[in-house]
């Protein structure tokens, strides 16, 4: 077997983990990028740069403050523990909260040019319809962006795949729990069991590779669309 019993553990993990993340991010990151698009708010600079930090900021640092947040002296943690769900950290629902701040750019910035680049006509002609802002949300711009939700999806997605140092941080490397493929691939190089390590690194190289092509076949796309 190419794979051990350890690793399809952690593929299946992190997977899970993406698919989560992903969804839980288009929930979120859709009404604010939508803001962030449209807004004339003077808090929308401050915002924006607080979704971009992730970006600029080490993993380890955003891992350790999401840690103390989630510790027993965080107001995370304190409440978690007053409602008597104990830690987060070093859990799977830690994990989870954990990649939705580190890959929330990769969600929000595609959504946010997809909704500026439609431009105020399409909305201007949809009141003139009488149609609500809601509904000329779901029925007119958010169709229009769906190259900018794709792109959304993909780039959460394989962010989330190849996550390492928030996850070490917060989740730590736990099997079954918190141990991902990145982590997985950790254990083996500090095992030197090199040959185990480069399967899974392999994976991830053709993964990364695959997702790119991907994404340039959306963009030549949306290009014959908007010349």
């Not at 979120?28 to 962030?36: D, G, N, R, S």
């Not at 900021?57 to 840690?67: D, I, M, N, Q």
């Not at 399967?199 to 076949?217: E, I, Q, R, Y």
């Amino acid at each position: 077997m190419v794979f051990s019993a350890d690793d399809w553990q952690a593929i299946r993990l992190t997977l899970e983990l993406a698919a989560l993340t992903t969804l839980l991010l288009l929930i979120i990151a859709t009404p604010l990028a939508w803001w962030l698009a449209r807004s004339p708010s003077r808090w929308r600079a401050p915002v924006s740069a607080l979704v971009t930090l992730p970006l600029v900021l080490p993993p380890t640092v955003l891992g350790f403050y999401l840690l103390v947040l989630m510790g027993p002296n965080g107001w995370l943690g304190q409440l978690t523990q007053a409602l008597g769900w104990g830690l987060l950290s070093f859990s799977f629902t830690g994990l989870l909260i954990g990649s939705v701040f580190f890959s929330l750019p990769f969600a929000v910035q595609p959504l946010q040019h997809a909704f500026e680049s439609l431009g105020a006509r399409p909305l201007e002609v949809a009141a003139t319809l009488r149609a609500r802002p809601l509904d000329a949300f779901f029925t007119v711009a958010l169709p229009q962006a769906k190259g900018g939700v794709l792109t959304a999806a993909i780039l959460s997605f394989a962010h989330t795949v190849g996550e390492f140092g928030v996850v070490l941080m917060i989740g730590g490397n736990i099997p079954g729990q918190t141990r991902v493929v990145s982590t997985q691939i950790y254990g083996h190089v500090e095992a030197m069991a090199y040959t185990q390590a480069h399967w899974l690194a392999g994976g991830m190289v053709l993964f990364s590779f695959a997702v790119l092509l991907v994404l340039a076949g959306l963009r030549r796309g949306r290009d014959r669309v908007m010349p």
